[in-house]
């Protein structure tokens, strides 16, 4: 099955590579950003013990699995994109956390290869799985890297973002509606073309039954703005204090967690639940 999925990723493998050191600059002085890293961190440890051992699936440049590890975690960060992958590794390397966080070359659709499984949890961030049309190949991986009673953590991106389809208001109806067509949105990166695809609360939770008990769903950035917006909170950050504390009051119920730039999902693997 692994072998079969990842060929398509090659144009995103590439595209990633190539935009790894943009990836990290766009980050920098960005609260915005930083504030759904901190809600996605907080979101993760309600539902893992101390010391977990965690499999990070598309870990990017590595800023979530140094934090992890850092706090106390273990981390095995996989991801398919050469230059993310470098990025990942010096900065496991800069940090002192080789003992913490093992780099390795693998696609969410090949986890019968990750090693040094089972793990506590499964993690991706960030719409890191909005380049498959399908979840449930990759689900049906995961007892082959899951222990029984851990958990899957997943940022995925919605159909529905609040703020992409404010655009409407402004003309620009592409945008505003790209997340609308349950076929895909073709994106470009890089030079490169692929595919995006967006899921509603209700599909994953789908996707994922039986064998998996759902404990939490949590909207990010309902109210506040997406990741892509930077200077928001850098221009007006009155007005966006007060849109955090609308998105903290919020985020964490229908239909709102559903309504987002991100809603973060996350369900205990229960493999009795097959036979039951």
Request: aromatic share 10%.
């Amino acid at each position: 099955m692994g072998a079969e999925l990842s060929d398509p990723f090659g144009n995103v493998a590439e595209a990633f590579s190539r935009a790894a050191e943009k990836y990290d600059r766009f980050a920098e002085d960005h609260p915005n950003l930083a504030r759904m890293r901190e809600k996605v961190y907080e979101h993760l440890s309600r539902h893992l013990a101390p010391g977990a051992r965690i499999l990070e699936l598309n870990a990017g440049t590595g800023t979530d699995a140094v934090h992890l590890a850092r706090s106390g975690y273990s981390v095995h960060a996989t991801d398919i994109a050469p230059g993310m992958l470098q990025r990942l590794q010096d900065k496991v390397d800069r940090a002192g956390l080789a003992e913490r966080v093992v780099v390795q070359n693998c696609s969410f659709t090949a986890l019968e290869a990750v090693r040094g499984g089972p793990f506590d949890a499964v993690f991706s961030n960030l719409g890191g799985l909005n380049c498959i049309p399908d979840l449930r190949p990759v689900i049906a991986q995961l007892p082959l890297a899951l222990a029984p009673g851990g958990t899957v953590t997943w940022v995925l991106m919605p159909r529905v973002c609040l703020w992409e389809l404010g655009l409407v208001f402004t003309g620009d109806f592409k945008v505003a509606t790209r997340r609308l067509s349950g076929s895909g949105t073709l994106a470009h990166l890089e030079g490169k073309r692929f595919m995006i695809y967006y899921y509603t609360p209700q599909q994953v939770v789908a996707a994922f039954r039986p064998g998996y008990q759902l404990l939490e769903i949590e909207g990010l950035s309902v109210f506040a703005p997406p990741a892509e917006s930077k200077n928001l909170a850098l221009k007006y950050p009155s007005l966006y204090r007060r849109l955090c504390w609308l998105d903290d009051r919020l985020a964490h119920r229908p239909p709102f967690y559903g309504w987002g730039d991100f809603f973060i999902a996350t369900f205990r693997y229960q493999p009795e639940d097959l036979t039951s």
